[in-house]
């Protein structure tokens, strides 16, 4: 019994210490000027994804590496024109892989194996997580009032 309790705090504590680690910055490097998403629908049935943009500006270089968005991961893409754009591209589409089905087990070996990874945040719709380097430490900042936008205000 004695042996049970340990092994629960063990456990408990671990937990605690996963949670301490994926900290937010409170204090990051730049500063984010304007933070929206916009889904899109391509032009064959089941295309369609969300675009993330990020205008951001800082004194520093620094190396952003991904945006988890919508309980999906994207790597963000870096566009340097007058502004800093951060561009993350979630591919949404409901198109199916080919997969083999067959009497032969032995032929289904060459199907791609379903991965099942925990998100590791508890985001609401408009709030997103970047990740980024500085000296070769990877640091999270949560955005937390991400806008829709509709085609329709992409007109005005």
């Given amino acids: 019994m004695k042996a049970l309790q340990i092994l629960s705090i063990v456990i408990i504590l671990f937990g605690f210490s996963q949670c301490g680690s994926m900290q937010f910055d409170k204090n990051p490097p730049f500063k984010i000027i304007s933070a929206t998403y916009q889904n899109w629908v391509g032009g064959q049935p089941g295309v369609k994804g969300t675009n993330v943009k990020i205008q951001f500006t800082s004194t520093k270089t620094i190396q952003f590496d991904s945006i988890y ?17 951060l561009i993350g591209y979630f591919n949404t589409s409901s198109i199916k892989r080919d997969i083999i089905l067959d009497a032969n087990p032995t032929k289904e070996l060459k199907n791609p194996v379903l991965e099942i990874k925990k998100f590791p945040f508890d985001l609401k719709e408009n709030e997103a997580v970047i990740s980024y380097k500085i000296n070769d430490e990877i640091k999270y900042y949560k955005i937390n009032e991400l806008i829709k936008v509709n085609s329709t205000n992409l007109l005005k």
Avoid: G, I, M, Q
Avoid at 70 to 76: G, I, P, Q
């Fill in 69 to 85: 968005f919508d309980n999906r991961v994207a790597k963000l893409e870096t566009k340097n024109s007058n502004d800093n754009l």
